[in-house]
Protein backbone atom coordinates (compact mmCIF):
# COMPACT_ATOMS: atom_id res chain seq x y z
CA UNK A 1 0.00 0.00 0.00
CA UNK A 2 1.42 3.76 -0.93
CA UNK A 3 2.60 5.76 1.73
CA UNK A 4 1.18 9.33 1.70
CA UNK A 5 3.58 12.33 2.92
CA UNK A 6 1.39 12.87 5.53
CA UNK A 7 1.19 9.61 6.79
CA UNK A 8 4.79 9.11 6.78
CA UNK A 9 5.19 11.86 8.71
CA UNK A 10 2.81 10.75 11.16
CA UNK A 11 4.82 7.68 11.22
CA UNK A 12 8.34 8.47 11.28
CA UNK A 13 7.31 10.89 14.29
CA UNK A 14 5.39 7.87 16.21
CA UNK A 15 8.24 5.66 16.00
CA UNK A 16 10.87 8.77 17.00
CA UNK A 17 8.97 9.14 20.10
CA UNK A 18 8.74 5.52 20.67
CA UNK A 19 12.09 5.47 20.15
CA UNK A 20 12.80 7.78 22.29
CA UNK A 21 10.45 6.66 25.41
CA UNK A 22 12.84 3.37 25.26
CA UNK A 23 15.78 5.07 25.29
CA UNK A 24 14.89 7.61 28.37
CA UNK A 25 13.21 4.28 29.88
CA UNK A 26 16.87 2.36 29.33
CA UNK A 27 18.70 4.71 30.29
CA UNK A 28 16.36 5.32 33.38
CA UNK A 29 16.55 2.10 34.26
CA UNK A 30 19.96 1.90 33.85
CA UNK A 31 20.80 4.51 35.98
CA UNK A 32 18.66 3.56 38.95
CA UNK A 33 19.90 -0.16 38.72
CA UNK A 34 23.66 1.32 38.45
CA UNK A 35 22.65 3.41 41.77
CA UNK A 36 21.16 0.40 43.25
CA UNK A 37 23.95 -1.93 42.80
CA UNK A 38 26.50 0.91 44.24
CA UNK A 39 24.38 0.47 47.31
CA UNK A 40 24.37 -2.95 47.23
CA UNK A 41 28.47 -3.05 46.60
CA UNK A 42 28.58 -0.70 49.35
CA UNK A 43 26.83 -2.65 51.97
CA UNK A 44 29.13 -5.80 51.17
CA UNK A 45 32.31 -3.99 51.33
CA UNK A 46 30.87 -2.79 54.85
CA UNK A 47 29.86 -5.93 55.58
CA UNK A 48 33.34 -7.67 54.64
CA UNK A 49 35.30 -4.35 56.62
CA UNK A 50 33.45 -5.04 59.52
CA UNK A 51 33.65 -9.06 59.25
CA UNK A 52 37.33 -8.52 58.52
CA UNK A 53 37.99 -6.28 61.65
CA UNK A 54 35.89 -8.42 63.81
CA UNK A 55 38.21 -11.26 62.68
CA UNK A 56 41.24 -9.71 63.20
CA UNK A 57 40.60 -8.35 66.83
CA UNK A 58 39.33 -11.44 67.92
CA UNK A 59 42.39 -13.17 66.70
CA UNK A 60 44.72 -10.73 68.21
CA UNK A 61 42.86 -11.35 71.50
CA UNK A 62 42.97 -14.99 71.06
CA UNK A 63 46.71 -15.01 69.99
CA UNK A 64 47.31 -12.52 73.53
CA UNK A 65 45.58 -15.15 75.38
CA UNK A 66 47.04 -18.32 74.04
CA UNK A 67 51.17 -16.52 74.55
CA UNK A 68 49.36 -15.56 78.10
CA UNK A 69 48.99 -19.54 78.83
CA UNK A 70 52.11 -20.59 77.22
CA UNK A 71 54.29 -18.40 79.06
CA UNK A 72 52.29 -19.26 82.50
CA UNK A 73 52.76 -22.79 82.08
CA UNK A 74 56.20 -22.95 80.88
CA UNK A 75 57.57 -19.55 82.47
CA UNK A 76 59.59 -19.22 78.63
CA UNK A 77 59.59 -15.50 77.69
CA UNK A 78 59.51 -16.75 74.00
CA UNK A 79 55.94 -17.05 74.83
CA UNK A 80 55.77 -13.81 75.29
CA UNK A 81 56.18 -12.74 71.22
CA UNK A 82 52.74 -12.97 69.91
CA UNK A 83 51.24 -11.71 73.53
CA UNK A 84 53.52 -9.00 72.60
CA UNK A 85 52.45 -8.53 68.92
CA UNK A 86 48.86 -9.29 69.71
CA UNK A 87 48.51 -6.63 72.55
CA UNK A 88 50.48 -3.90 70.26
CA UNK A 89 47.61 -4.00 67.85
CA UNK A 90 44.13 -4.44 70.01
CA UNK A 91 44.04 -0.78 70.35
CA UNK A 92 43.87 -0.11 66.82
CA UNK A 93 42.02 -3.12 65.75
CA UNK A 94 39.37 -2.07 68.52
CA UNK A 95 39.28 1.94 66.86
CA UNK A 96 38.68 0.18 63.50
CA UNK A 97 35.44 -1.86 64.54
CA UNK A 98 34.43 0.85 66.52
CA UNK A 99 34.69 2.97 62.96
CA UNK A 100 33.21 0.43 61.13
CA UNK A 101 30.25 -0.03 63.60
CA UNK A 102 29.67 3.83 64.38
CA UNK A 103 26.82 4.40 61.46
CA UNK A 104 24.99 1.63 63.41
CA UNK A 105 23.77 3.85 66.55
CA UNK A 106 22.24 -0.04 67.88
CA UNK A 107 26.29 -1.15 68.32
CA UNK A 108 26.71 1.47 70.37
CA UNK A 109 26.22 -0.08 73.55
CA UNK A 110 27.49 -3.77 72.26
CA UNK A 111 31.14 -1.96 71.94
CA UNK A 112 30.93 -0.37 75.04
CA UNK A 113 30.43 -3.50 76.56
CA UNK A 114 33.41 -5.41 74.30
CA UNK A 115 35.83 -2.39 75.25
CA UNK A 116 34.97 -3.19 78.90
CA UNK A 117 35.61 -7.10 78.69
CA UNK A 118 38.76 -6.30 76.32
CA UNK A 119 40.39 -4.08 78.86
CA UNK A 120 39.26 -6.30 81.88
CA UNK A 121 41.19 -9.18 79.20
CA UNK A 122 44.38 -6.91 78.99
CA UNK A 123 44.52 -6.17 82.32
CA UNK A 124 44.22 -9.83 83.65
CA UNK A 125 46.93 -11.02 80.92
CA UNK A 126 49.46 -8.52 82.01
CA UNK A 127 48.66 -8.51 85.70
CA UNK A 128 49.49 -12.39 85.20
CA UNK A 129 52.55 -12.13 83.26
CA UNK A 130 53.69 -9.11 85.68
CA UNK A 131 53.48 -11.96 88.18
CA UNK A 132 55.08 -14.52 86.69
CA UNK A 133 58.37 -12.51 85.75
CA UNK A 134 57.95 -11.67 89.81
CA UNK A 135 58.21 -15.58 89.96
CA UNK A 136 54.91 -15.53 91.51
CA UNK A 137 53.65 -18.70 89.59
CA UNK A 138 50.79 -19.72 91.91
CA UNK A 139 49.79 -15.68 92.40
CA UNK A 140 49.38 -15.56 88.88
CA UNK A 141 47.56 -18.95 88.46
CA UNK A 142 44.87 -17.84 91.28
CA UNK A 143 44.18 -14.83 88.95
CA UNK A 144 43.20 -16.94 86.08
CA UNK A 145 41.73 -19.63 88.36
CA UNK A 146 39.14 -16.63 89.04
CA UNK A 147 37.47 -17.15 85.77
CA UNK A 148 36.78 -13.09 85.83
CA UNK A 149 39.03 -12.96 82.20
CA UNK A 150 37.48 -16.27 80.61
CA UNK A 151 33.81 -14.53 81.44
CA UNK A 152 35.09 -11.60 79.69
CA UNK A 153 36.61 -13.36 77.22
CA UNK A 154 33.51 -15.32 75.93
CA UNK A 155 31.62 -12.32 76.53
CA UNK A 156 33.63 -11.13 73.47
CA UNK A 157 33.88 -14.25 71.17
CA UNK A 158 29.85 -14.11 71.62
CA UNK A 159 29.67 -10.57 70.49
CA UNK A 160 32.44 -11.73 67.49
CA UNK A 161 30.56 -14.01 66.71
CA UNK A 162 27.12 -12.72 66.46
CA UNK A 163 28.93 -9.45 64.62
CA UNK A 164 30.47 -12.34 62.27
CA UNK A 165 27.30 -13.85 61.41
CA UNK A 166 25.70 -10.64 60.45
CA UNK A 167 28.33 -9.16 58.03
CA UNK A 168 28.15 -12.88 56.24
CA UNK A 169 24.30 -12.80 56.03
CA UNK A 170 24.76 -8.90 54.64
CA UNK A 171 27.41 -10.19 52.57
CA UNK A 172 24.62 -12.74 50.99
CA UNK A 173 22.12 -10.70 50.75
CA UNK A 174 24.19 -8.13 49.11
CA UNK A 175 25.67 -10.63 46.51
CA UNK A 176 21.84 -11.76 46.04
CA UNK A 177 20.86 -8.20 45.28
CA UNK A 178 23.75 -7.65 43.03
CA UNK A 179 22.97 -10.31 41.16
CA UNK A 180 19.37 -9.42 40.75
CA UNK A 181 20.28 -6.26 39.85
CA UNK A 182 22.83 -7.41 37.17
CA UNK A 183 19.75 -9.46 35.80
CA UNK A 184 17.31 -6.84 35.62
CA UNK A 185 19.83 -4.31 33.62
CA UNK A 186 20.59 -7.28 31.13
CA UNK A 187 17.34 -7.95 30.89
CA UNK A 188 16.02 -4.09 30.25
CA UNK A 189 19.29 -3.98 28.10
CA UNK A 190 18.29 -7.16 26.07
CA UNK A 191 14.28 -5.58 26.30
CA UNK A 192 15.49 -2.18 25.28
CA UNK A 193 17.82 -3.18 22.57
CA UNK A 194 14.92 -5.11 21.06
CA UNK A 195 12.58 -1.83 20.98
CA UNK A 196 15.27 0.12 19.71
CA UNK A 197 15.91 -2.17 17.02
CA UNK A 198 12.08 -2.65 16.49
CA UNK A 199 11.78 1.17 16.36
CA UNK A 200 15.17 1.34 14.08
CA UNK A 201 14.00 -1.14 11.97
CA UNK A 202 10.39 0.34 11.41
CA UNK A 203 11.68 3.49 10.58
CA UNK A 204 14.02 1.96 8.52
CA UNK A 205 11.74 0.48 6.44
CA UNK A 206 8.87 3.31 6.26
CA UNK A 207 11.97 5.75 5.03
CA UNK A 208 13.18 3.06 2.44
CA UNK A 209 9.52 2.67 1.26
CA UNK A 210 8.73 5.96 1.00
CA UNK A 211 11.72 6.42 -0.52
CA UNK A 212 11.22 3.68 -2.98
CA UNK A 213 8.19 5.05 -4.15
CA UNK A 214 9.60 8.58 -4.10
CA UNK A 215 12.26 6.82 -6.63
CA UNK A 216 8.80 5.15 -8.73
CA UNK A 217 7.42 8.27 -9.23
CA UNK A 218 10.63 10.42 -10.28
CA UNK A 219 11.10 7.69 -12.68
CA UNK A 220 7.63 7.48 -13.78
CA UNK A 221 7.63 11.48 -14.26
CA UNK A 222 10.84 10.96 -16.23
CA UNK A 223 9.42 8.79 -18.33
CA UNK A 224 6.17 10.27 -18.74
CA UNK A 225 8.43 13.79 -19.91
CA UNK A 226 10.40 11.62 -22.09
CA UNK A 227 7.02 10.14 -23.90
CA UNK A 228 5.58 13.99 -23.60
CA UNK A 229 6.92 14.90 -27.06
CA UNK A 230 5.70 11.36 -28.47
CA UNK A 231 2.32 11.83 -26.72
CA UNK A 232 1.62 15.25 -27.79
CA UNK A 233 3.24 14.25 -31.37
CA UNK A 234 0.61 11.46 -31.61
CA UNK A 235 -1.85 13.34 -29.92
CA UNK A 236 -1.14 16.43 -33.21
CA UNK A 237 -1.18 13.68 -35.33
CA UNK A 238 -4.47 12.28 -34.54
CA UNK A 239 -6.30 16.17 -34.62
CA UNK A 240 -4.79 16.55 -37.94
CA UNK A 241 -5.98 13.53 -38.75
CA UNK A 242 -9.22 14.36 -37.68
CA UNK A 243 -9.26 17.50 -38.92
CA UNK A 244 -8.51 16.51 -42.19
CA UNK A 245 -11.21 13.93 -41.90
CA UNK A 246 -13.94 17.10 -40.94
CA UNK A 247 -12.62 18.42 -43.71
CA UNK A 248 -13.44 15.65 -46.32
CA UNK A 249 -16.69 15.31 -44.39
CA UNK A 250 -17.62 18.47 -45.10
CA UNK A 251 -16.67 18.47 -49.03
CA UNK A 252 -18.00 14.79 -49.78
CA UNK A 253 -21.18 16.39 -47.29
CA UNK A 254 -21.74 19.14 -49.64
CA UNK A 255 -20.54 17.23 -52.77
CA UNK A 256 -23.23 14.64 -52.57
CA UNK A 257 -25.68 17.07 -51.34
CA UNK A 258 -25.45 19.59 -53.82
CA UNK A 259 -25.83 17.14 -56.26
CA UNK A 260 -29.42 16.21 -55.62
CA UNK A 261 -30.05 19.72 -55.34
CA UNK A 262 -28.50 20.32 -58.99
CA UNK A 263 -30.91 18.02 -60.03
CA UNK A 264 -33.81 19.54 -58.29
CA UNK A 265 -32.68 22.53 -60.05
CA UNK A 266 -32.51 21.58 -63.25
CA UNK A 267 -35.65 19.58 -63.25
CA UNK A 268 -37.08 22.26 -61.51
CA UNK A 269 -36.74 24.69 -64.17
CA UNK A 270 -37.70 21.90 -66.97
CA UNK A 271 -40.51 22.37 -64.73
CA UNK A 272 -41.25 25.54 -65.10
CA UNK A 273 -40.73 25.72 -68.59
CA UNK A 274 -42.98 22.66 -69.50
CA UNK A 275 -45.55 24.52 -67.28
CA UNK A 276 -45.14 27.62 -69.65
CA UNK A 277 -45.83 25.69 -72.67
CA UNK A 278 -48.88 24.29 -70.89
CA UNK A 279 -50.13 27.80 -69.78
CA UNK A 280 -49.55 29.17 -73.64
CA UNK A 281 -51.41 26.65 -74.68
CA UNK A 282 -54.30 26.56 -72.42
CA UNK A 283 -54.39 30.91 -73.18
CA UNK A 284 -54.01 30.23 -77.26
CA UNK A 285 -56.80 27.78 -76.69
CA UNK A 286 -59.17 30.33 -75.13
CA UNK A 287 -58.50 32.33 -77.52
CA UNK A 288 -59.35 29.83 -80.55
CA UNK A 289 -55.99 30.42 -81.86
CA UNK A 290 -54.62 27.05 -81.41
CA UNK A 291 -56.41 24.17 -84.38
CA UNK A 292 -57.16 20.98 -84.27
CA UNK A 293 -54.65 19.49 -86.39
CA UNK A 294 -51.96 20.76 -84.40
CA UNK A 295 -51.72 24.82 -84.67
CA UNK A 296 -51.89 27.30 -87.96
CA UNK A 297 -48.59 27.80 -89.40
CA UNK A 298 -48.32 31.26 -88.81
CA UNK A 299 -49.21 31.19 -85.08
CA UNK A 300 -47.16 31.36 -82.16
CA UNK A 301 -48.99 29.30 -79.65
CA UNK A 302 -47.73 25.74 -78.97
CA UNK A 303 -49.18 23.01 -80.66
CA UNK A 304 -51.27 20.21 -79.19
CA UNK A 305 -48.50 18.03 -79.76
CA UNK A 306 -46.50 19.89 -77.70
CA UNK A 307 -48.94 20.13 -75.31
CA UNK A 308 -49.26 16.75 -74.82
CA UNK A 309 -45.76 15.88 -74.48
CA UNK A 310 -45.02 18.14 -71.41
CA UNK A 311 -48.11 17.42 -69.83
CA UNK A 312 -48.13 13.18 -69.99
CA UNK A 313 -44.08 12.75 -70.51
CA UNK A 314 -41.85 15.77 -69.45
CA UNK A 315 -43.54 16.98 -66.82
CA UNK A 316 -44.02 13.42 -64.88
CA UNK A 317 -40.33 13.02 -65.40
CA UNK A 318 -39.33 15.59 -64.20
CA UNK A 319 -41.49 15.56 -60.76
CA UNK A 320 -40.14 11.81 -61.08
CA UNK A 321 -36.53 13.04 -61.18
CA UNK A 322 -37.19 15.51 -58.10
CA UNK A 323 -38.67 12.84 -56.14
CA UNK A 324 -35.92 10.74 -56.68
CA UNK A 325 -33.43 13.49 -55.67
CA UNK A 326 -35.23 14.40 -52.70
CA UNK A 327 -35.14 10.67 -51.33
CA UNK A 328 -31.52 10.80 -52.11
CA UNK A 329 -31.01 13.88 -49.89
CA UNK A 330 -33.09 12.39 -47.58
CA UNK A 331 -31.47 9.34 -47.22
CA UNK A 332 -27.77 11.10 -46.91
CA UNK A 333 -29.15 13.39 -44.48
CA UNK A 334 -30.63 10.68 -42.87
CA UNK A 335 -27.02 8.77 -42.51
CA UNK A 336 -25.24 12.09 -41.41
CA UNK A 337 -27.79 11.89 -38.64
CA UNK A 338 -27.42 8.05 -37.55
CA UNK A 339 -23.42 8.68 -37.48
CA UNK A 340 -23.54 11.99 -35.89
CA UNK A 341 -25.98 10.47 -33.09
CA UNK A 342 -23.68 7.46 -33.06
CA UNK A 343 -20.76 9.85 -31.68
CA UNK A 344 -22.39 11.13 -29.24
CA UNK A 345 -23.78 7.70 -27.84
CA UNK A 346 -22.93 7.74 -23.92
CA UNK A 347 -20.46 4.68 -23.90
CA UNK A 348 -20.82 1.69 -21.27
CA UNK A 349 -17.77 -0.18 -20.62
CA UNK A 350 -18.67 -3.79 -19.32
CA UNK A 351 -16.49 -7.33 -19.36
CA UNK A 352 -17.52 -8.83 -22.05
CA UNK A 353 -17.14 -12.34 -23.12
CA UNK A 354 -15.62 -12.02 -26.33
CA UNK A 355 -15.81 -15.61 -27.89
CA UNK A 356 -19.16 -15.43 -27.07
CA UNK A 357 -20.03 -12.16 -28.52
CA UNK A 358 -17.84 -13.14 -31.24
CA UNK A 359 -20.09 -16.31 -31.61
CA UNK A 360 -23.32 -14.50 -31.48
CA UNK A 361 -22.77 -12.07 -34.61
CA UNK A 362 -21.39 -15.18 -36.47
CA UNK A 363 -24.61 -17.53 -35.69
CA UNK A 364 -26.56 -13.89 -37.62
CA UNK A 365 -25.30 -14.62 -40.55
CA UNK A 366 -24.45 -18.42 -40.40
CA UNK A 367 -27.74 -19.57 -42.81
CA UNK A 368 -26.50 -17.05 -45.40
CA UNK A 369 -23.08 -18.26 -45.60
CA UNK A 370 -24.33 -22.13 -45.48
CA UNK A 371 -27.07 -22.03 -48.06
CA UNK A 372 -23.92 -21.50 -50.63
CA UNK A 373 -21.75 -23.89 -48.92
CA UNK A 374 -19.76 -22.04 -46.97
CA UNK A 375 -18.40 -22.26 -43.58
CA UNK A 376 -17.46 -19.48 -40.58
CA UNK A 377 -14.53 -20.40 -38.04
CA UNK A 378 -13.43 -18.37 -34.95
CA UNK A 379 -10.22 -18.29 -33.31
CA UNK A 380 -10.42 -16.10 -30.29
CA UNK A 381 -7.52 -16.11 -27.80
CA UNK A 382 -8.58 -12.84 -25.88
CA UNK A 383 -11.52 -14.51 -23.13
CA UNK A 384 -12.20 -10.87 -21.96
CA UNK A 385 -12.35 -7.82 -23.05
CA UNK A 386 -13.89 -4.24 -21.40
CA UNK A 387 -15.33 -2.44 -23.91
CA UNK A 388 -18.87 -1.18 -24.30
CA UNK A 389 -20.72 -4.09 -25.98
CA UNK A 390 -23.78 -2.22 -28.46
CA UNK A 391 -20.73 -0.79 -30.40
CA UNK A 392 -18.70 -3.83 -30.27
CA UNK A 393 -21.84 -5.79 -31.76
CA UNK A 394 -22.19 -3.39 -34.26
CA UNK A 395 -19.02 -3.32 -35.92
CA UNK A 396 -18.69 -7.49 -35.67
CA UNK A 397 -22.16 -6.83 -37.78
CA UNK A 398 -21.66 -4.43 -40.24
CA UNK A 399 -18.05 -6.43 -41.59
CA UNK A 400 -20.09 -9.57 -41.55
CA UNK A 401 -23.15 -8.50 -43.28
CA UNK A 402 -20.59 -6.85 -45.91
CA UNK A 403 -18.35 -10.18 -46.08
CA UNK A 404 -21.95 -12.22 -47.16
CA UNK A 405 -23.33 -9.32 -49.46
CA UNK A 406 -19.78 -8.78 -51.03
CA UNK A 407 -18.92 -12.33 -51.57
CA UNK A 408 -17.04 -14.00 -54.48
CA UNK A 409 -20.29 -15.21 -57.18
CA UNK A 410 -18.12 -18.34 -58.35
CA UNK A 411 -16.89 -19.65 -55.21
CA UNK A 412 -18.44 -20.61 -51.36
CA UNK A 413 -18.09 -17.80 -48.87
CA UNK A 414 -15.32 -18.41 -45.76
CA UNK A 415 -15.06 -16.65 -42.72
CA UNK A 416 -12.77 -16.35 -40.56
CA UNK A 417 -12.33 -14.07 -37.19
CA UNK A 418 -9.53 -14.45 -35.16
CA UNK A 419 -8.75 -12.14 -31.83
CA UNK A 420 -5.26 -12.08 -29.97
CA UNK A 421 -3.39 -9.86 -27.81
CA UNK A 422 -0.68 -7.06 -28.93
CA UNK A 423 1.58 -5.03 -26.91
CA UNK A 424 0.84 -2.13 -24.87
CA UNK A 425 -2.16 -4.06 -23.57
CA UNK A 426 -4.42 -3.72 -26.43
CA UNK A 427 -6.20 -6.60 -28.78
CA UNK A 428 -6.45 -7.03 -32.29
CA UNK A 429 -9.54 -8.70 -33.87
CA UNK A 430 -9.08 -10.04 -37.59
CA UNK A 431 -12.17 -10.24 -39.90
CA UNK A 432 -11.04 -12.22 -43.01
CA UNK A 433 -13.41 -13.33 -46.19
CA UNK A 434 -12.14 -14.70 -49.48
CA UNK A 435 -14.69 -12.25 -50.93
CA UNK A 436 -14.65 -10.17 -54.36
CA UNK A 437 -12.17 -7.74 -52.91
CA UNK A 438 -11.36 -4.11 -52.83
CA UNK A 439 -8.90 -2.43 -55.30
CA UNK A 440 -5.70 -0.96 -54.10
CA UNK A 441 -6.64 2.79 -54.73
CA UNK A 442 -10.03 1.93 -52.30
CA UNK A 443 -8.16 0.94 -49.31
CA UNK A 444 -8.88 4.13 -47.99
CA UNK A 445 -11.77 5.42 -49.87
CA UNK A 446 -14.17 2.85 -48.52
CA UNK A 447 -13.78 4.44 -45.40
CA UNK A 448 -15.27 7.56 -46.12
CA UNK A 449 -19.11 8.66 -46.17
CA UNK A 450 -21.01 8.03 -49.38
CA UNK A 451 -17.80 6.55 -50.89
CA UNK A 452 -18.39 2.55 -52.54
CA UNK A 453 -15.53 0.27 -54.56
CA UNK A 454 -15.91 -2.00 -57.24
CA UNK A 455 -19.14 -2.90 -59.27
CA UNK A 456 -22.24 -1.40 -57.04
CA UNK A 457 -24.51 -4.36 -57.26
CA UNK A 458 -25.85 -4.19 -54.03
CA UNK A 459 -28.08 -1.52 -52.99
CA UNK A 460 -26.35 0.94 -50.02
CA UNK A 461 -25.66 4.53 -49.90
CA UNK A 462 -21.78 4.06 -48.23
CA UNK A 463 -22.06 4.68 -44.73
CA UNK A 464 -21.53 1.39 -43.45
CA UNK A 465 -17.76 1.15 -42.70
CA UNK A 466 -17.66 4.87 -42.09
CA UNK A 467 -19.99 4.28 -39.36
CA UNK A 468 -17.85 1.27 -38.42
CA UNK A 469 -14.53 3.80 -38.36
CA UNK A 470 -17.04 5.92 -35.87
CA UNK A 471 -17.86 3.48 -33.72
CA UNK A 472 -13.94 1.92 -33.52
CA UNK A 473 -13.01 5.22 -33.04
CA UNK A 474 -15.16 6.28 -30.49
CA UNK A 475 -14.21 2.83 -28.43
CA UNK A 476 -10.10 4.03 -28.36
CA UNK A 477 -9.07 1.53 -31.59
CA UNK A 478 -8.65 2.05 -35.13
CA UNK A 479 -9.72 -0.07 -38.34
CA UNK A 480 -7.69 -1.14 -41.41
CA UNK A 481 -7.64 -3.38 -43.82
CA UNK A 482 -5.64 -5.14 -45.94
CA UNK A 483 -7.23 -6.87 -49.39
CA UNK A 484 -6.50 -7.67 -52.89
CA UNK A 485 -8.93 -7.53 -55.65
CA UNK A 486 -10.90 -11.00 -56.58
CA UNK A 487 -9.07 -12.79 -53.83
CA UNK A 488 -10.30 -11.18 -50.44
CA UNK A 489 -10.17 -8.95 -47.69
CA UNK A 490 -9.03 -8.87 -43.74
CA UNK A 491 -10.50 -6.04 -41.64
CA UNK A 492 -7.81 -5.56 -38.88
CA UNK A 493 -9.40 -3.89 -35.70
CA UNK A 494 -7.24 -3.04 -33.14
CA UNK A 495 -8.90 -2.27 -29.30
CA UNK A 496 -7.52 -0.99 -26.27
CA UNK A 497 -8.47 -4.42 -23.83
CA UNK A 498 -9.94 -1.96 -21.34
CA UNK A 499 -11.92 1.28 -22.62
CA UNK A 500 -12.31 2.47 -18.88
CA UNK A 501 -8.71 3.33 -19.29
CA UNK A 502 -8.89 5.42 -23.05
CA UNK A 503 -12.28 7.06 -21.58
CA UNK A 504 -10.00 8.15 -18.26
CA UNK A 505 -7.43 9.64 -20.35
CA UNK A 506 -9.72 11.51 -22.63
CA UNK A 507 -11.16 13.44 -19.45
CA UNK A 508 -7.48 14.37 -18.42
Given at each position: ???????????????????FLAL?????????????????????????????????????????????????????????????????????????????????????????????????????????????????????????????????????????????????????????????????????????????????????????????????????????????????????????????????????????????????????????????????????????????????????????????????????????FIRA????????????????????????????????????????????????????????????????????????????????????????????????????????????????????????????????????????????????????RSLG????????????????????????????????
Amino acid sequence: MPISSSAFVRTTTLLLIVGFLALAGILGTTIWLVERSQVYFNEVVEARDARTTTVDLRTALQDAETGQRGFIITGEESYLEPYQAATDTIDARLADLERVLLPYPQAAEPMAKLRDDIALKLAEMAQTVDLMRAGQREAATAVVQTDAGKAAMDRSRQFFDALIRAADERLTTGVADQRAATTALRWVTVIGAFVIFVVVGGAAWTVLTYTREIAAARREIEAAKENLEDRVSERTADLGRANEEIQRFAYIVTHDLRAPLVNIMGFTSELETNVGILSAYMAAAQAGECAADGGSSGSTAPSFDEARVAATEDLPEAIGFIRAATRKMDGLINAILKISREGRRQLKPESLDLPELIGTSADAIHHQVADNGGAISADIAVPHLVSDKLSLEQVLGNLLDNAVKYRHPQRPLEVAITASHVPGNRVKIAVKDNGRGIANTDHERVFELFRRSGVQSQPGEGIGLAHVRTMVRSLGGDITLASELGVGTTFFIDLPRDLRSHLGSQGK
